[in-house]
C-alpha cells in the first residue's frame, strides 16, 4: 500500500539554523509528492508540491526534490525563522490527477528558537 | 473570501448527542474531502465526493454519515456521539484534473464530554 514516514519530532532549532525535515515514501506508480503545513489553530497549508521523478518543489525558502532512487522528498529550508514554527507534514497522492486521497506522514513539529 | 469554510470552528457536546458539521468551498472544485486528525496529530481520510458522488468511505463507524447537496457543500453528521470521537475534523477540496493537492478548511475542534 502507500505510505510516507517522517522523522520523529519535536524538533527544535534556534533562529537563522539550517533545516532538514526527512521524508520517505512507500507507493506503487509514479505519486505526487507534497509538503503541507499546520500553524497553531489553523488547517494546512500546501506550502511545496512535486509530481515527478527529480522535480524540485520550493516555496517561501522552503525546497524539497522529489528522488524516487531513494523514495524521498526531504524538506530544506537555509535559515529558518521564528515564523516557520508550525507542524509539517509530508504527503502523497497516488497518482498526479484524478480524486485520489492524499496519504500524510505522522507530522513533524517545528520549534523556532529566538 | 474564504476559499474552504467550515462551521461551527468549536463544538462541545456530551456522549449520546447528535451533532453536524458543515463544509463550503467556493474554489469550483469537484471534490471534497472530510480527515480526522486526533490528538497526536495524525490525519486520516474519511470520505470523499466527487461532483456529489460518494468516491472514497474509509473504514468509518455507520454513525457518521456524510452528505453532499451540491459539489461546493460536503456535510458531516455524526450520531450517538462517543468520548473518542473527539478530534479536529477537516473538510478539503480539490479539482480531480489538475492534481495540484487540496485546500483545507480550518478545520472544526470536536470535544465529547
Known amino acids: 500500500g502507500n505510505s510516507v514516514t517522517q522523522m520523529e519530532g519535536p524538533v527544535t532549532l534556534s533562529e537563522e539554523a539550517f533545516l532538514t525535515i526527512n521524508c520517505t515514501y512507500t507507493?506503487?506508480?509514479?505519486?505526487?509528492l507534497f509538503w503541507y503545513v499546520q500553524y497553531p489553530g489553523e488547517g494546512l497549508q500546501l506550502l511545496l508540491k512535486?509530481?515527478?521523478?527529480?522535480d524540485k518543489g520550493s516555496n517561501k525558502g522552503f525546497e524539497a526534490t522529489y528522488r524516487k532512487e531513494t523514495t524521498s522528498f526531504h524538506l530544506e529550508k537555509g535559515s529558518v525563522q521564528v515564523s516557520d514554527s508550525a507542524v509539517y507534514f509530508c504527503?502523497?497522492?497516488?497518482?498526479?490527477?484524478?480524486?485520489?486521497?492524499?496519504?500524510f506522514g505522522q507530522g513533524t513539529r517545528l520549534t523556532i528558537n529566538p | 473570501d474564504t476559499a474552504v469554510s467550515q462551521t461551527p470552528k468549536y463544538l462541545v457536546t456530551q456522549m449520546g448527542n447528535d451533532k453536524s458539521i458543515k463544509c463550503e468551498q467556493n474554489l469550483g472544485h469537484d471534490t471534497m474531502y472530510w480527515y480526522k486528525q486526533d490528538s497526536k496529530k495524525f490525519l486520516k481520510i474519511m470520505f470523499s465526493y466527487n461532483n456529489k458522488e460518494l468516491i472514497i468511505n474509509e473504514t468509518v463507524p455507520n454513525r457518521f454519515s456524510p452528505k453532499s447537496p451540491d459539489k461546493a457543500h460536503l456535510n458531516l453528521h455524526i450520531n450517538s456521539l462517543e468520548l473518542g470521537d473527539s478530534a479536529v475534523y477537516f473538510c478539503?477540496?480539490?479539482?480531480?484534473?489538475?492534481?495540484?493537492?487540496?485546500?483545507f478548511g480550518s478545520g472544526t475542534r470536536l470535544t465529547v464530554v
Open positions: 512535486a509530481t515527478k521523478a527529480d
Open positions: 478539503a477540496s480539490s479539482q480531480a484534473s489538475r492534481g495540484y493537492g487540496y485546500t
Open positions: 507507493a506503487t506508480g509514479y505519486p505526487s
Open positions: 504527503a502523497l497522492s497516488p497518482s498526479p490527477q484524478g480524486a485520489q486521497k492524499l496519504v
